[in-house]
């Protein structure tokens, strides 16, 4: 009997990391839209108004946020336990009696029932592979060390996640032709000249 079964109570569906960028988004205009290094007082990114993204960008790049949120949410227990399952059957010196199985099984169910499966996936793939820096290749993981690796292999989503939702909370600067800013410029320096007392000040319309 598998001793990494689902456990009562929990539900599973799907999960994929849907990584590849389409459409309109790419890491070019992730790279673009990010690249100001201006911020506001709390910390947002501030894009020029010829940078900010278009309608039709943003809508893509809510879309990209959900998705990215869905798959670092939605678990599934059945292939967290088949993955499991597979990388302790690789190492003999994992087999214990039934007990301590079942024990063993519960311990690494605990530390990866909030952790998505195909992160999980590739987490047993990259220590089956020799992949994982301090990893022992002749002994299976440990729970906590399994929730490490996979953990590491959910940054990068973290990571993308969370730069597009700074581009979605950028204050957009405003854009002056030159012919905009040589008046704001002229205004500024009659505004200096008035403060100094070297001219008088006279409302728009009135009378010379």
Avoid: H
């Amino acid at each position: 009997m598998n001793q990494l079964a689902r456990r009562d109570g929990q539900q599973a569906t799907a999960a994929t990391p849907g990584l590849p960028l389409r459409d309109l988004l790419s890491a070019d205009s992730l790279k673009r839209w990010l690249s100001t290094p201006v911020q506001t007082s709390d910390g947002r990114p501030v894009l020029r108004a010829s940078q900010a993204p278009t309608t039709t960008e943003r809508q893509a790049i809510e879309k990209r946020v959900a998705d990215l949120g869905r798959s670092l949410q939605t678990l599934d227990v059945d292939r967290v336990a088949g993955a499991v399952s597979r990388l302790l059957a690789c190492f003999p010196t994992a087999a214990k009696d039934q007990e301590t199985a079942a024990l063993m099984a519960d311990g690494f169910l605990t530390a990866l029932d909030d952790v998505p499966a195909w992160a999980v996936e590739r987490a047993c793939r990259a220590w089956l592979r020799g992949e994982v820096d301090g990893g022992a290749p002749r002994f299976a993981p440990t729970p906590p060390e399994l929730r490490k690796v996979a953990l590491q292999q959910m940054a990068p989503v973290f990571r993308e996640k969370r730069s597009w939702e700074r581009v979605l909370q950028a204050e957009i600067e405003p854009e002056y032709s030159p012919e905009e800013r040589e008046a704001q410029k002229r205004r500024m320096e009659r505004l200096g000249r008035i403060l100094a007392g070297d001219e008088t000040y006279q409302p728009k319309g009135s009378a010379e």
